[in-house]
């Protein structure tokens, strides 16, 4: 029986481990502007042409490289950084593997030029597929250009998987930030199909984040600094009333590498606790300053995992420092009434006799709401769409409040499960009802066998979210025109997402146009929403599809429909009239499953005259 073991051809093993160097465009980018930071480059510039598909080019100043090293540095495991075992320990560069460009060049089309600045002419080499096609002396400027292009040309398994342009900008835009924000001495340009979306001078930690995330984020950042035995901390974290339902401003950085690591992670979230609300995630820039030999980061390809010899320390370290930062910068509650900060010593109080008494006078018969009748009111968050609040209730109200054995028959068992509570039910008619509201957040409705409570919030959610979902399907949101158009800018990641969502946005009743870098015009927004604040309505929309993507895994339109209808809908402890009562009971019903809010807990609930009876009888 022959040999049947075989030592793989170069070529088929730089495509292996190319599976798990590069990843996607945002890996080849990230690979390469290490290397530029590590060359010794204080001015880096990023092309990018269909989110790194088609182009990555990677400009730096650095050092440049001999005709030799730009031949060797595709070959695998070949690296400047280490030359031993016992380097792996005492590692400071970003890279050090030597696997980066050799699994580039595996799958794509490569040119590399560089100099040094001794030589005199440079050398440009072009590979295609770890095949060298051409070397020849050229002029180029000192440092190095690297231009990607095809990438995954030759493994069109992978480039099929690749998600869309603005998914896969938004991937690249995330590791370019984290890589900005490690190095705020560096200039850092953007490029991505002829327009410019970053443009970063060398600048201090706190505003390279502003320069990023945009100037709001000026009055959001707290200063931690902490120096003892084992690390040395700073950076900044947000204030507490800043943070986003969705995680994404969460950067970590050890030795100036930004890693992943919940543990730590864990540490912050709990020096805010108390300060923030359920399900939210503060703003935080940490940079762990730590001696190579007590970490081994020789854990994952992708170098953004870490494993520390005092992992408890470092937790108890972090965690005090934010929560002295916060207390420091009177974040935090206290009951000092003596501190140096205090209002008592910024205001200098006025003699007694210096005190003017202001004069005030008023109308007592004034009454603001005496030529306003309530039954006029408009109720712009309860409206069907395009259509007043004074539509009629439809003929057949009495089929809304009962749901019978024949349509739950032919309804699946989950959804018969659901809607049991409801069968054989009847209600009086709307002009009939007697309605209460219970602490602003429950609507109280009698019905034949007892009452029945309607969590509002809920109840409103479930009708908008169909109401969009149909929208969406048929593009029949209507629009209403601001009288003065707003612009509103995002930041980059955010922005991109929008692009990528815009059909749908606009499909919704947004009327939305591009207008410049990162930044939108609205000229209009769903009727069904009122008057809302354009920036707020889009920042919130934004955030809650990103909750749902990384959460649920939800279908885009359905997501988007969520989204909207939490943010759009009335929150609990909003007072609502009889007739806002009556209009939210009658379009609840009306929906497909009227009983099932969009987190899958009831909307509604039933008390049976059976089980009051029974309460007072223990």
Partial sequence: ??????????????????????????????????????????????????????????????????????????????????????????????????????????????????????????????????????????????????????????????????????????????????????????????????????????????????????????????????????????????????????????????????????????????????????????????????????IDINVHPTKTEIKYQDEKSIYAIIRSAVKRALGKYNITPTIDFDQENSIGHLITPKPSDQIVQPTISFNPDFNPFANEKSSEREIPFLRNTGEHRKTPIPQNWETLYEISKRETSIQPEMHQQQTVALEDQEVNKPSERQLFQVHGRYILSQIKSGFMLINQQAAHERILYERFLQQLENHSGTSQQSLFPQSVTLNAADYELLRELLPDIRALGFDIREFGKNTVVVDGIPADLGNVSEHTLLEHLLEGFKNNLSVLKLDKRDNLARSLARNASIKSGVKLSLEEMNLLIDQLFACAMPNIALNGKPVITTFTLAELAERFEK
């Fill in 1 to 294: 029986m022959p040999d049947i073991i075989q030592l793989l051809p170069d070529s088929v093993a730089n495509q292996i481990a190319a599976g798990e160097v590069v990843q996607r465009p945002a890996s080849a980018v990230k690979e390469l502007i290490e290397n530029s930071i590590d060359a010794g480059a204080d001015k880096i510039q990023l092309i990018l042409k269909d989110a790194g598909k088609s182009l990555i080019q990677v400009i730096d100043n650095g050092c440049g490289m001999s005709l030799t090293d730009a031949r060797m540095c595709f070959e695998r495991h070949a690296t400047s950084k280490i030359r031993k075992a016992e380097d792996l320990f005492a590692i400071r560069t970003m890279g050090f593997r030597g696997e980066a460009m050799a699994s580039i060049a595996a799958i794509s089309h490569v040119e590399l030029k560089t100099r040094r600045h001794e030589d005199e002419l440079g050398t440009c080499i072009t590979i295609e597929g770890s095949e060298v096609i051409g070397q020849q002396p050229c002029s180029v400027p000192t440092g190095t250009s690297i231009c990607v292009k095809n990438l995954f040309y030759n493994t069109p398994a992978r480039r099929n998987f690749l998600k869309s342009n603005p998914v896969e900008m938004r991937h690249i835009i995330d590791e370019f930030q984290r890589v900005a924000l490690s190095h705020p001495d560096i200039s850092f340009i953007l490029h991505h199909d002829g327009q410019e979306v970053y443009h970063l001078p060398p600048t201090s930690l706190k505003q390279r984040i502003i320069h990023l995330f945009g100037g709001n984020y000026n009055q959001r950042l707290v200063p931690v600094e902490e120096d003892t035995s084992i690390i040395k901390l700073r950076g900044y974290v947000g204030k507490p009333e800043f943070a986003r339902k969705t995680r994404g401003e969460q950067f970590f950085f050890v030795n100036n590498r930004f890693i992943r690591d919940a543990y730590l992670n864990h540490a912050v979230l709990t020096a805010f606790e108390e300060l923030l609300p359920e399900e939210s995630f503060p703003l935080y820039v940490l940079f762990i300053d730590i001696d190579p030999s007590k």
